[in-house]
């Protein structure tokens, strides 16, 4: 009787066990994977011109977001934005130093949910901010509470990504804005990236714990830095120059900045207008960043293949925000412009999503949160900001928001006297530069896309739009009130 009742106990809690080792391994994996300064230019985005065969592989794959909007052109605060699922005025984030965890300490991130849920949660690369430089805030930027492990390649500057002969190791010191070189893939951060989550990947293989592996890359951002073999994509001679080339007419002031960040790199111009010789060679080597970091995202999804996990992982991939070329008369990001503010956002979902969708209903980075906890049954955030997006991943036809809402202040880097914030709907962008200390309306800007949609021309003043501006001004007056410090 007593071996009888051992035999019974010891049955029960197995099934008990087991029971949760099913309900785990049922659980999807989440692949997070996130490029930087990556504006919409991918063959599946409808440029052919761009090499991208694996990002156009997993498009059809999964569904496309073909208007999806981050909600601040810089890298710090969209990175918050999605990760903690609230908007910059929320978070009360809008620079490179201002870490979210000053302002809102115990704030639940995407990737702490995953963690706290029971996932095995692992951060590679840039994912949050790499903030470098002498001010360090409080909270390490790479976020220790957000990992299971301590995440790697999170911490370091964007201008030390270069290959110096002779010198493997140590601290580079800034050089120019591109390099072309012929070496292997992993002479740099996103080559090293990808092995590092191929790895993982082989690890995870091996366990049934389910995990949220985010691979944040850091291409394109500047440098320009991609082994030969990607530059010889392209043939410079070909390649279009910037269109439109000068700012909107009518455009006010604030809605420009002074490239600030790409003034920074060593022979270019402090001031005044570019080389058109070094004009193609910085789009050149845009587009040859672009083919490195899709071949990073090949290496990682095939090994997803390869180990059997693709048919229970979802992957989404996503960019923090947009980039300008010398469009609009501006370099690198930090504008209201479409070009800096709408993103490629690309999620696969096995069982759940249609392969190969597209969507155009309006979508923004902070609903990126609340689909993946969605979609693997997490317990719904209520002070998440954004929406699901399980609804058009199931039904393309599904709508979308009415809006997308981004912003960005003047001066874009320093102490800000203005916000800007735009409001995108299905026709117009509108925008409206408000003064901190007052609140005060001082200049807006209206752009109609069915008609302008390079945005050349600012309609704010037209009289035959007053009432477009009206109505759009008092949606945004609804949904963003002034940010004041």
């Not at 209201?336 to 392969?355: H, K, W």
């Not at 709508?399 to 203005?418: D, E, I, M, N």
Request: glycine fraction near 8%; aromatic fraction near 10%; charged fraction near 20%.
């Amino acid at each position: 009787m007593p071996v009888f009742r051992f035999s019974f106990f010891v049955l029960a809690r197995l099934a008990v066990t087991a029971g949760f080792a099913a309900a785990a391994a049922s659980r999807p994996n989440i692949l997070f994977l996130a490029a930087d300064d990556l504006r919409s230019d991918l063959g599946c985005y409808g440029h052919p011109e761009v090499k991208t065969p694996h990002l156009d592989a997993l498009a059809r794959r999964g569904v496309l977001f073909e208007r999806a909007y981050c909600q601040q052109a810089v890298c710090n605060p969209s990175r918050a934005s999605v990760l903690t699922g609230r908007r910059p005025d929320t978070l009360r984030v809008w620079n490179l130093q201002t870490h979210f965890r000053e302002t809102l300490p115990d704030v639940v991130t995407l990737p702490q949910a995953f963690k706290q849920a029971g996932y095995t949660s692992v951060g590679l690369g840039k994912l949050f901010h790499n903030q470098s430089g002498p001010r360090r805030p409080p909270f390490p930027f790479s976020d220790p509470p957000s990992w299971s492990r301590e995440p790697r390649f999170a911490e370091g500057a964007h201008w030390q990504d270069w290959v110096v002969p002779g010198d493997a190791a140590g601290p580079k010191a800034k050089g120019g804005p591109v390099q072309c070189l012929d070496v292997p893939d992993e002479a740099y951060f996103d080559g090293q990236i990808a092995a590092s989550a191929v790895a993982a990947l082989r690890e995870f293989a091996g366990s049934r714990e389910p995990f949220f592996l985010g691979v944040g890359f850091w291409k394109p951002h500047l440098p320009f830095n991609a082994p030969k073999r990607y530059w010889d994509l392209y043939d410079r001679a070909k390649l279009a120059p910037p269109d439109p080339a000068a700012a909107p007419a009518g455009a006010p002031a604030l809605a420009a900045h002074p490239w600030q960040e790409l003034r920074g790199y060593i022979g270019v111009p402090k001031t005044g207008p570019l080389p058109a010789a070094q004009i193609a060679e910085l789009r050149h080597g845009y587009l040859a960043a672009i083919s490195f970091l899709d071949a990073q995202v090949g290496r990682v999804l095939a090994e997803l293949e390869r180990t059997g996990l693709a048919a229970n992982t979802v992957v989404v991939f996503w960019s923090d925000h947009g980039f300008h070329l010398g469009e609009h008369d501006l370099w690198a990001k930090t504008s209201n412009y479409e070009l800096d503010a709408r993103v490629p956002l690309i999620i696969a979902a096995p069982g759940v999503a249609r392969a190969g969708g597209r969507t155009a209903g309006l979508t923004e980075l902070i609903d990126v949160y609340p689909t993946l906890t969605a979609l693997a049954g997490l317990a719904a955030d209520p002070a998440l900001e954004g929406r699901s997006l399980v609804p058009q991943l199931r039904e393309l036809a599904a709508p979308g928001k009415p809006f997308a809402l981004s912003q960005h202040p003047r001066p874009a880097y320093g102490a800000p006297t203005h916000m800007g914030y735009a409001l995108r709907d299905d026709r117009f962008r509108y925008v409206e530069w408000r003064e901190l200390a007052t609140g005060a309306v001082t200049a807006r800007e209206l752009y109609d896309h069915r008609t302008d949609p390079r945005e050349t021309m600012n309609r704010a003043a037209d009289a035959g739009h007053r009432g477009t501006v009206e109505q759009l001004a008092a949606h945004l007056r609804s949904v963003a009130p002034s940010a004041r410090r």
